[in-house]
C-alpha cells in the first residue's frame, strides 16, 4: 500500500513539476503570436486570395487565443493550496498572481476589441508582459536556481534569493499571495457575471 501512495505522489509531482517547467515556453509563444500581429496584418493585406487571407487569420486568431487559454488553465493548478504550498514542489512563488493577470487580460478581450481597438490591444500587451514576468522570473532565478545554489554562491553572492521566489520556501509571503489571488479571480469573476448580465439586459431592452 505505502509504495502505491508512493508511485501516485512520485506521478503527481511529475506531473505538476513538468506542467511548471512548461510553462515558460507556453508564455514565451504567447507573446510572440500575440505580438506578431502586425506583422499577420501586413502579410494578409499582400494576398490576393480573400478565402486564403480570411483562413489564415482564423488560423492566427485560434492559436493565439488558444494559447492563453491553455496557458491559463495550466496555471490554475497554482491555485490549489496543497499544490502550491507543497515543500516537496519547487513552484514560483507569484505563480497565482501570474494566472490572475493572464485572466484580466483575456477578460479585456472578451468584452473588448483587442484586434481592433488600440487601446485595448495595448493593455492586453501590458498585462500580458506583466503575467509573463511574473511567472518566467521566479522560475529561472527561484525553482531553477535553487538547484544550483551553492555553485551560483560560489560565483556571486545571491544570499537567500532563490529560496524567497519558491512558494514552499517561504509561506510567510506565499500565503499572502495565495490568498489575493483568489481572492482576486472571485471579484473579478463577479465582475463578469455583473457585466454580462447588464449587457443581457440592455440587449433585451432594444429588442423590446
Same mark, same amino acid.
Given at each position: 500500500?505505502?509504495?502505491?501512495?508512493?508511485?501516485?505522489?512520485?506521478?503527481?509531482?511529475?506531473?505538476?513539476?513538468?506542467?511548471?517547467?512548461?510553462?515558460?515556453?507556453?508564455?514565451?509563444?504567447?507573446?510572440?503570436?500575440?505580438?506578431?500581429?502586425?506583422?499577420?496584418?501586413?502579410?494578409?493585406?499582400?494576398?490576393?486570395?480573400?478565402?486564403?487571407?480570411?483562413?489564415?487569420?482564423?488560423?492566427?486568431?485560434?492559436?493565439?487565443?488558444?494559447?492563453?487559454?491553455?496557458?491559463?488553465?495550466?496555471?490554475?493548478?497554482?491555485?490549489?493550496?496543497?499544490? @502550491?504550498?507543497?515543500?516537496? =514542489?519547487?513552484?514560483?512563488?507569484? &505563480?497565482?498572481?501570474? $494566472?490572475?493577470?493572464?485572466? /484580466?487580460? !483575456?477578460?479585456?478581450k472578451v468584452t473588448g476589441d483587442a484586434d481592433d481597438n488600440p487601446t485595448t490591444f495595448r493593455i492586453v500587451s501590458i498585462l500580458l508582459v506583466i503575467a509573463s514576468m511574473l511567472y518566467i522570473i521566479p522560475q529561472i532565478f527561484g525553482v531553477e536556481?535553487?538547484?544550483?545554489?551553492?555553485?551560483?554562491?560560489?560565483?556571486?553572492?545571491?544570499?537567500?534569493?532563490?529560496?524567497?521566489?519558491?512558494?514552499?520556501?517561504?509561506?510567510?509571503?506565499? @500565503?499572502?499571495?495565495?490568498? =489575493?489571488?483568489?481572492?482576486?479571480? &472571485?471579484?473579478?469573476? $463577479?465582475?463578469?457575471?455583473? /457585466?454580462? !448580465?447588464?449587457?443581457?439586459?440592455?440587449?433585451?431592452?432594444?429588442?423590446?
Amino acid at each position: 500500500m505505502n509504495d502505491q501512495q508512493a508511485l501516485v505522489q512520485g506521478t503527481q509531482y511529475w506531473m505538476i513539476l513538468s506542467i511548471a517547467a512548461v510553462l515558460p515556453i507556453l508564455w514565451a509563444f504567447t507573446l510572440s503570436l500575440h505580438f506578431a500581429r502586425p506583422y499577420i496584418v501586413r502579410y494578409l493585406q499582400g494576398l490576393t486570395l480573400r478565402f486564403g487571407g480570411d483562413v489564415w487569420w482564423l488560423s492566427y486568431i485560434l492559436m493565439r487565443d488558444g494559447l492563453m487559454v491553455v496557458t491559463l488553465a495550466l496555471s490554475a493548478i497554482f491555485l490549489f493550496p496543497n499544490l @502550491y504550498m507543497s515543500a516537496d =514542489l519547487g513552484v514560483p512563488i507569484t &505563480a497565482p498572481i501570474a $494566472a490572475l493577470v493572464l485572466f /484580466w487580460a !483575456l477578460l479585456f478581450k472578451v468584452t473588448g476589441d483587442a484586434d481592433d481597438n488600440p487601446t485595448t490591444f495595448r493593455i492586453v500587451s501590458i498585462l500580458l508582459v506583466i503575467a509573463s514576468m511574473l511567472y518566467i522570473i521566479p522560475q529561472i532565478f527561484g525553482v531553477e536556481a535553487a538547484d544550483q545554489a551553492d555553485s551560483l554562491n560560489a560565483i556571486a553572492n545571491l544570499g537567500g534569493i532563490p529560496s524567497a521566489l519558491v512558494s514552499g520556501s517561504n509561506p510567510s509571503v506565499s @500565503y499572502p499571495i495565495l490568498n =489575493l489571488s483568489l481572492l482576486g479571480f &472571485a471579484a473579478t469573476g $463577479a465582475v463578469m457575471f455583473l /457585466w454580462f !448580465l447588464r449587457q443581457t439586459k440592455f440587449e433585451a431592452a432594444e429588442i423590446a
